[in-house]
């Protein structure tokens, strides 16, 4: 069956990077788009960047902050992040699908906690 699994996020100050990864199994991953998401506390999941055979796509509060990539031979999609603000903070979750919505997502990690502190 499909697996996500996040890793590598942990309390971080600001102004410092992060790397998040995301390890796929249960599919084909070269044939899919995959995407990261965002959630704080007491607020939606938001859009964070999304990576296809054709391109990325980066939400405006990250654009030039952090950078989307994937390796196919090993099945995974990466998340760097530079610059780290505190608004920053929230649960990261990765997910199989392209484009700016939660709805054209099928399958979503557990996410893993980022935490930026002032």
């Known amino acids: 069956q499909v697996q996500l699994k996040e890793s590598g996020g942990r309390l971080v100050q600001a102004g410092g990077s992060l790397r998040l990864s995301c390890e796929a199994s249960?599919?084909?991953?070269?044939?899919?788009?995959m995407g990261w998401f965002r959630q704080a506390p007491g607020r939606e999941r938001d859009f964070v960047a999304a990576?296809?055979?054709?391109?990325?796509d980066y939400s405006n509060s990250v654009k030039g902050r952090f950078a989307i990539s994937r390796d196919n031979a090993l099945n995974m999609v990466y998340l760097q992040m530079n610059s780290l603000k505190p608004e920053d903070t929230a649960v990261y979750y990765c997910?199989?699908?392209?484009?700016?919505?939660?709805?054209?997502?099928?399958?979503w990690g557990q996410g893993t906690q980022v935490t930026v502190s002032s």
């Open positions: 990576i296809a055979w054709d391109g990325v």
């Open positions: 249960g599919y084909t991953f070269s044939d899919y788009g």
């Open positions: 997910a199989r699908g392209y484009g700016r919505s939660v709805s054209m997502y099928t399958y």
